[in-house]
């Protein structure tokens, strides 16, 4: 066949090149199921409304047609051991229909390589043209979606790969719900087409709860070592591998929430509450399958010997609250594995890891071993050979995890734990300013110390840019200079190689009022979306979940300033557009049960509308400066001024009803 030779130089490339981010010796894997709340799981074998028959073909293409041309493969799967191809020429056709068996709106994904122009991806439903793709020549798998595409019981869908002028391989389809996501309108298309393509990658991602699919499938064994039914889940690692992570998971949450993935982020948040057990020294798992029950076995061989760093946990902690905030569901508070989780993570985990290094009477910091990722690691930087067992990411989300706690207890009624645990942020803070990071500024700022107790400065990457970003560095010239210095950094040598480490980079700059700084690291994460990733099994950088959820993220609570509060009914705006962008928009944002409309003007000039809801809103809208009064729909109001981390802003307080529209500007 044409196809089978380039095909399979191009799997020889592939395995040579393959980097594992966290492989162990070989070890028989011990995975320890995670019990999972009823509310969020499927019922035991319950079958997803739009079943696909054998979607990586490892059955043999079970439940697909063929055309003469074209058949099942095993020379270059993009996972497990076997792929559907088409040689080139007209006329050859892989498909599938199948019947909905429920209403919704889904995404069809598939990863596809070929060997030039002229093939073709495509949805029909019920024989009619639903949606279609042209596919450019790419030897190496990229993944292609199509859709959405609303089905009513009885519907039929047919998903097809067609051939063209060199050969066409395709596997692992998948099928997602849609969820209504926001849209987004600007005078800058360029953010406008970021947004539609970061949004619609990101659904993309998100599991249909009832699917059956390979569980520990990895870059080691392929196609898993079984199947599982999967929970309402979806991918944040690589997407190579039967599972997600806590890093990649907290980073994506605030994505996820803005696109409505409320019961994908509860689930996947519990799951990992629940492995964080004794046997566990209160750590998470690095990783869980997407049934949400089993450890992912890659980074897992035993309650001892599994990949944990230090910063997860307490960034599970902060997004828990984050997710509160975004959906005002009780659980959060009263799901007892979800409130142990917390208590556990910010006290006795903190006692059981702190001992290298003397911080005094009133302050513990959490400590990693110094050693590797499967004893312990203090910091997310996992390239640094550096015997870290104080880090720079870790005492920062440490100081958020408290104010977390704090805001958590307080919304369960607990004013004495919420004072306490924001008394402990205060000095966590106070004692890295004036201690804790040293005198320096720039590159000579502390952000780490070894297992001997050595201060180390310089460039850390994660434990250097999650300091400012985590809030814990003090306004003034000092964060000034250190937030240059990372920016510097970032763009020469000591840049990272993989894209999903600068994902990171606007969220550093938008949370210390550097919006054009953030929007250029933006757009530098979107110009590199169709660049091979550095590992090629993980196919280009847009393939990377981080990428597309990130950007969904920082559109809304970076560029948008939307800090959402569903359990007062409080919503916050602050207008964050750089330089050159007139105006940003976006309709149908959906916090707690109400939906909601939102435009800035410039920073000058903010207007809400509440679409639906069961209840009025206070809007808190924000401006730059100190302002006495704020017009709010041209009649001036009272404003109140306030200096939040080292940053004047005006705030006016407006009712905001059901369907009711409100404009609020600066003289």
């Known amino acids: 066949m044409t196809r089978s030779r380039l095909a399979l130089r191009s799997a020889v490339a592939l395995i040579a090149a393959l980097a594992p981010l966290a492989v162990a010796p070989a070890a028989p894997a011990a995975p320890a199921p995670a019990p999972v709340s009823a509310t969020t799981a499927p019922a035991a074998g319950a079958a997803a409304p739009l079943a696909v028959s054998d979607p990586g073909f490892e059955a043999g293409g079970t439940g697909w047609e063929f055309t003469s041309g074209t058949g099942t493969a095993t020379n270059q799967p993009h996972a497990g051991s076997r792929l559907a191809y088409l040689d080139e020429g007209d006329g050859m056709k892989v498909s599938q229909t199948v019947t909905a068996t429920g209403r919704g709106r889904y995404v069809v994904s598939a990863w596809i390589a070929t060997g030039g122009t002229g093939g073709r991806y495509a949805l029909r439903v019920n024989g009619a043209p639903a949606a279609a793709l042209d596919l450019p020549a790419a030897a190496s798998y990229r993944r292609h979606t199509l859709g959405p595409v609303t089905l009513v019981p009885g519907d039929r869908l047919e998903i097809a790969f067609e051939s063209g002028?060199?050969?066409?391989?395709?596997?692992?389809?998948?099928?997602?719900?849609?969820?209504?996501?926001?849209?987004?309108?600007?005078?800058?298309?360029e953010l406008t087409t970021m947004f539609d393509w970061a949004a619609r990658k990101a659904n993309s991602w998100v599991h249909l709860p009832g699917t059956e699919g390979p569980l520990n499938a990895d870059e080691r064994q392929t196609g898993g070592d079984g199947t599982g039914v999967y929970a309402p889940s979806y991918w944040a690692g690589y997407a190579n591998r039967s599972g997600y992570y806590s890093r990649d998971m907290a980073h994506q949450l605030a994505g996820a929430g803005a696109l409505g993935l409320h019961a994908e982020n509860k689930a996947m948040l519990r799951a990992f509450a629940a492995s964080a057990t004794a046997e566990h020294a209160y750590y998470p798992v690095w990783a869980l399958n997407f049934d949400n029950r089993t450890y992912l076995s890659i980074?897992?061989?035993?309650?001892?010997?599994?990949?944990?760093?230090?910063?997860?946990?307490?960034?599970?902690?902060?997004?828990?609250?984050?997710?509160?905030?975004?959906?005002?569901?009780?659980?959060?508070?009263?799901?007892?594995?979800?409130?142990?989780?917390?208590?556990?993570?910010?006290?006795?985990?903190?006692?059981?890891?702190?001992g290298r290094k003397d911080n005094g009477r009133r302050v513990k910091v959490a400590e990693g071993t110094g050693k590797g990722i499967f004893q312990g690691v203090a910091s997310y930087n996992e390239q640094s050979d550096e015997p870290l067992a104080e880090a720079g990411d870790a005492i920062g989300s440490q100081y958020q995890a408290y104010l977390a706690m704090s805001a958590l207890a307080r919304a369960k009624g607990d004013g004495r734990l919420a004072a306490d645990f924001a008394r402990r942020a205060r000095e966590l803070k106070r004692y890295f300013n004036s201690e804790w990071s040293g005198a320096g500024s720039g590159a000579d700022m502390v952000r780490g110390y070894t297992t001997e107790g050595q201060p180390l400065t310089g460039w850390g990457k994660e434990n250097s840019w999650f300091?400012?970003?985590?809030?814990?560095?003090?306004?003034?010239?000092?964060?000034?200079?250190?937030?240059?210095?990372?920016?510097?950094?970032?763009?020469?040598?000591?840049?990272?190689?993989?894209?999903?480490?600068?994902?990171?980079?606007?969220?550093?700059?938008?949370?210390?009022?550097?919006?054009g700084t953030a929007w250029k690291w933006m757009r530098h994460v979107y110009a590199e979306k169709d660049v091979q990733h550095v590992n090629t099994?993980?196919?280009?950088?847009?393939?990377?979940?981080?990428?597309?959820?990130?950007l969904v993220g920082q559109t809304v609570r970076g560029l948008l300033g939307v800090t959402p509060d569903a359990p007062a009914r409080t919503l916050t705006t602050r207008s964050a557009l750089p330089t050159?962008?007139?105006?940003?928009?976006?309709?149908?944002?959906?916090?707690?049960?109400?939906?909601?409309?939102?435009?800035?003007?410039?920073?000058?000039?903010?207007t809400l509308t509440h679409t639906t809801g069961s209840a009025p809103y206070t809007w808190r809208a924000r401006f730059p400066g100190a302002h006495r009064t704020v017009l709010v729909d041209g009649v001036a109001r009272p404003a109140r001024v306030e200096v939040l981390d080292g940053v004047t802003t005006t705030t006016v307080r407006v009712k905001v009803a059901p369907g009711r529209t409100v404009t609020a500007e600066l003289r």
């Open 165 to 189: 002028r060199g050969w066409v391989n395709a596997d692992d389809v998948m099928v997602s719900p849609a969820a209504a996501a926001p849209r987004v309108t600007s005078s800058d298309p």
């Open 580 to 606: 050159g962008m007139a105006w940003l928009g976006i309709e149908d944002l959906r916090i707690g049960d109400s939906a909601f409309a939102l435009r800035h003007d410039g920073t000058r000039r903010s």
């Open 299 to 354: 980074d897992y061989r035993r309650p001892d010997l599994f990949v944990r760093e230090v910063p997860a946990v307490f960034e599970l902690v902060q997004k828990a609250e984050e997710a509160y905030r975004w959906t005002g569901d009780r659980s959060y508070l009263d799901d007892p594995a979800l409130w142990d989780f917390y208590r556990h993570a910010t006290e006795e985990f903190v006692t059981l890891h702190d």
């Open 537 to 550: 099994r993980q196919g280009t950088n847009g393939d990377y979940p981080e990428v597309s959820f990130t």
């Open 467 to 515: 300091m400012p970003m985590k809030g814990i560095v003090a306004p003034g010239a000092r964060r000034e200079a250190y937030l240059d210095y990372i920016d510097a950094q970032a763009e020469g040598a000591g840049r990272p190689d993989n894209i999903e480490a600068l994902t990171y980079l606007p969220d550093t700059f938008f949370a210390n009022g550097r919006p």
